[in-house]
């Protein structure tokens, strides 16, 4: 092993000046791709072989610099002629065929638009579909006249006539009353499906006959045919799903028929956010395990200008944010959920804001520390002066600390009745360090602080703690920011680097990151540890922090991974900000003895946890394992094609 190399790379990584924090990890990445004879021997070449192992070699270090979407298309993503027959008997072979009703409601549009979208239906590799047009009214005569075309010549197509005096979703529901499909779906007039759409929507349902709503990836259009945009989706994410609607419950859709009946179909007054509306009312009726992912393309939407989206969304028909709310809080009302939705700040998503009781429970904030004088009394002021939760006590846990400004520092907190200061004079163990904490801990909440964090916002621990009473949630993680106003924790993502790494990490103040997910309340796998909330009751069923086998790292995502396990969901909220000066007390892993311990936890995740680091729900195998930013895999992580079916 060149140990002096191996110290080296990873100072050279943390000092690089004048480049983002993705520009300087691409760089590494270069390195190790085209000079892996000078870092084939490092510790840090075998992690990044851990990812890199995910993409062809062809495409290894030229799309380190790249994110060519049309190149992927055609990749990944186009259907050679033998792929095409192969789905085409994959079809015929299927022993079971669900009838899948199609609903369009036509508007005025351009007449080859719609007949681009319905050709895409027309010509779909599954053939076990109906499409119900509704014709609205007024509408152009060439319209018209498009419409008794297809209608005449193909019986599987069904026109009906939207009346003057009617809204869409009551004619939606008389349509509802003679569709024949076990199966809805929607598809807007100016937008297409994949040819293959229908058949993965149906292996699905076969699949997985439990299941009550799907949905799946897409992308944009332009009026050339481009595709751009890709919108690669999460699993199902239910706080996501509440801050941007659109993000999950859009295109494409499928619904079981019963259930949207049993639902009444569309509710008037909610014409402009009814699918939003449908979904909700659908996922209330259902488990979360009923709710199924297609984690591939199969629509294509129209890129028009949006009302609730950022520079990447390519909806056509957008949920304007005022029907968005109201579905929201409807939704949270026959919830009985204590809540009320909002808009977001920059009136672009929803924020829920949830209720704290009338007597706030006491949150127990533990900071371990070693010396760090300048660190922790920044940290512990910044939580004095900052804070507007009040009931709240702070454990400061003091490991081997010499420096007599911060004993100093100590001893006068340890004088304030709502600090505590404990000793842990053993080595360096983040983990054990924690747990005898909490056993000292009085609150009904625990909050872990590394030293290194500074407070931004006043209300950061009423909405963090919002969510920890929420019986649903496991844990609850914060926007930490660099000094430098760049992102550093924007939720975990599993795998990344070999096991986990911070989301859209290095990203600037003010940039909404994939799809707003940077700025968005959502669910996570894990969170960090620097900043996480939650009941003290949870982190005791799960055996707290492993001390024995991850000392310093990968701690917290082994903790929410365990929360997981146990029934529970993890959320970050962009709504608790604090500074983050990372690893100013611990340092940095650079150096050897550093790089070995890493090594020795990053192989004890991989063992323990498994395929689970391979395939983060919260993701989507469509990106990239081996940046944060949320750029394409080369190749996807999933089947190019369904296996043979007899």
């Known amino acids: 092993m060149n140990s002096r190399l191996e110290v080296l790379l990873f100072r050279l990584y943390y000092k690089i000046p004048f480049f983002s924090y993705q520009q300087k990890r691409r760089f590494i990445l270069f390195i190790h791709h085209y000079f892996k004879f000078l870092t084939k021997y490092t510790i840090s070449h075998r992690i990044y072989q851990?990812?890199?192992?995910?993409?062809?070699?062809?495409?290894?270090?030229k799309n380190y610099f790249t994110n060519d979407y049309s190149k992927w298309i055609k990749k990944y993503d186009y259907l050679l002629p033998e792929e095409h027959q192969h789905l085409r008997k994959t079809s015929g072979n299927l022993s079971s065929k669900p009838l899948i009703s199609i609903v369009m409601l036509v508007h005025d549009t351009e007449g080859h638009w719609l007949r681009i979208a319905i050709e895409s239906i027309l010509t779909q590799i599954y053939s076990d579909w109906e499409l119900?047009?509704?014709?609205d009214t007024p509408i152009k005569s060439y319209l018209h006249g498009i419409l008794n075309e297809y209608a005449g010549r193909e019986s599987r197509i069904k026109l009906f006539f939207k009346n003057d005096n009617n809204s869409n979703s009551v004619a939606?529901?008389?349509?509802?009353?003679?569709?024949?499909?076990?199966?809805?779906?929607?598809?807007?007039?100016t937008d297409l499906f994949a040819p293959h759409a229908l058949l993965w929507i149906a292996l699905d349902i076969i699949d997985h006959p439990e299941g009550m709503f799907w949905y799946s990836d897409e992308d944009g259009i332009d009026e050339n045919g481009e595709r751009r945009n890709p919108c690669f989706k999460p699993d199902w994410n239910p706080d996501l799903f509440l801050s941007y609607p659109y993000h999950l419950a859009s295109h494409l859709s499928v619904y079981r028929t019963s259930l949207v009946r049993q639902l009444n179909g569309f509710r008037q007054g909610y014409e402009t956010a009814q699918e939003f509306d449908l979904a909700l009312r659908t996922i209330e009726q259902i488990e979360p395990s009923q709710i199924r992912h297609i984690p591939r393309v199969l629509y294509h939407c129209r890129e028009i200008t949006n009302t609730i989206s950022n520079s990447n969304s390519t909806e056509t028909t957008a949920i304007p944010l005022q029907a968005a709310l109201k579905v929201v809080n409807d939704h949270l009302n026959r919830k009985r959920v204590q809540a009320r939705a909002v808009p977001s700040p920059d009136n672009l998503y929803i924020r829920v804001?949830?209720?704290?009781?009338?007597?706030?429970?006491?949150?127990?904030?533990?900071?371990?520390t070693r010396n760090g004088f300048k660190l922790l009394s920044r940290c512990i002021e910044s939580i004095l002066e900052k804070t507007s939760y009040l009931n709240y006590e702070i454990i400061v846990v003091n490991n081997n600390s010499d420096d007599s400004r911060t004993l100093k520092y100590l001893r006068d907190l340890s004088e304030s009745p709502k600090i505590k200061v404990l000793d842990y004079p053993h080595p360096f163990n983040y983990s054990a360090i924690n747990n005898m904490a909490v056993n000292h801990a009085c609150g009904e909440l625990i909050g872990f602080l590394n030293n290194d964090i500074e407070v931004i916002n006043n209300d950061w621990l009423?909405?963090?703690?919002?969510?920890?009473?929420?019986?649903?949630?496991g844990a609850v993680g914060a926007r930490l920011w660099y000094k430098d106003d760049t992102l550093q924790h924007g939720g975990v993502i599993l795998g990344i680097g070999g096991v986990a790494n911070h989301a859209h990490k290095g990203i600037a103040k003010g940039d909404p990151g994939y799809f707003g997910r940077a700025v968005l309340v959502q669910n996570f796998s894990a969170v960090t540890g620097a900043c996480l909330i939650l009941r003290k009751d949870c982190f005791v069923a799960v055996g707290g922090f492993n001390e024995e086998k991850l000392a310093v790292t990968f701690n917290d995502v082994d903790l929410c991974l365990k929360l997981i396990k146990s029934?529970?969901?993890?959320?970050?909220?962009?709504?608790?900000e604090l500074y983050h000066y990372e690893s100013a007390s611990r340092g940095y892993d650079n150096t050897l003895a550093k790089i070995t311990?890493?090594?020795?936890?990053?192989?004890?995740?991989?063992?323990?946890?498994?395929?689970?680091?391979?395939?983060?729900?919260?993701y989507n195998p469509n990106l990239t394992l081996e940046t944060e930013d949320f750029t394409l895999a080369w190749p996807p992580r999933l089947e190019r094609l369904p296996t043979s079916r007899m």
């Open 567 to 576: 029934g529970f969901r993890i959320i970050w909220t962009p709504y608790a």
């Open 172 to 189: 939606f529901n008389m349509a509802l009353k003679t569709i024949t499909g076990d199966f809805i779906t929607f598809i807007n007039p």
């Open 597 to 618: 311990r890493s090594e020795q936890e990053i192989t004890y995740m991989r063992k323990h946890w498994g395929d689970w680091l391979m395939s983060d729900p919260a």
């Open 50 to 61: 851990m990812t890199a192992m995910q993409t062809e070699n062809h495409y290894r270090g």
């Open 353 to 368: 804001r949830y209720q704290l009781p009338e007597k706030l429970p006491l949150v127990t904030l533990i900071i371990p």
């Open 462 to 473: 009423n909405e963090m703690t919002s969510h920890a009473l929420r019986p649903e949630i």
């Open 132 to 135: 119900c047009l509704i014709e």
